[in-house]
């Protein structure tokens, strides 16, 4: 069974840093186009960050400047990596995994989240 395995999360103040990580189980991560998407109380899912299997990025206006996404395919892995963190930036964080080819999704996984809080 596909898993993504999202660690990294937890308490930083205002201004802090976290990096958080994604773990995919199995060996389709590397066709994959991989995103972090974040979801708070009251608000619809959106994404945060992506990059695609030819390391394209991309980024939410709101994260800009702050927050960097990367993978290392050899380790199966997706990173965040979250600077001058705001407490806006406070939600839950989940990974994607998809491949979309010729408009058809090949397949999406997402991963059980990871809980960040930006508090002084």
């Known amino acids: 069974q596909v898993q993504l395995v999202e660690s990294g999360g937890g308490l930083a103040q205002p201004g802090g840093s976290l990096r958080l990580s994604c773990v995919a189980s199995?060996?389709?991560?590397?066709?994959?186009?991989m995103g972090w998407y974040r979801q708070s109380p009251g608000k619809e899912r959106e994404l945060v960050a992506s990059i695609t299997n030819g390391d394209w990025a991309n980024y939410a206006d709101s994260v800009k400047g702050r927050f960097t996404i990367s993978r290392d395919n050899a380790k199966n892995t997706v990173y965040l990596q979250m600077n001058s963190l705001k407490p806006e930036d406070t939600a839950v964080y989940y990974c994607n995994a998809r491949l979309v080819v010729v408009e058809t999704v090949m397949w999406d996984y997402w991963g059980q989240g990871t809980q960040v809080t930006v508090s002084s």
């Open positions: 199995e060996n389709f991560f590397s066709d994959s186009d």
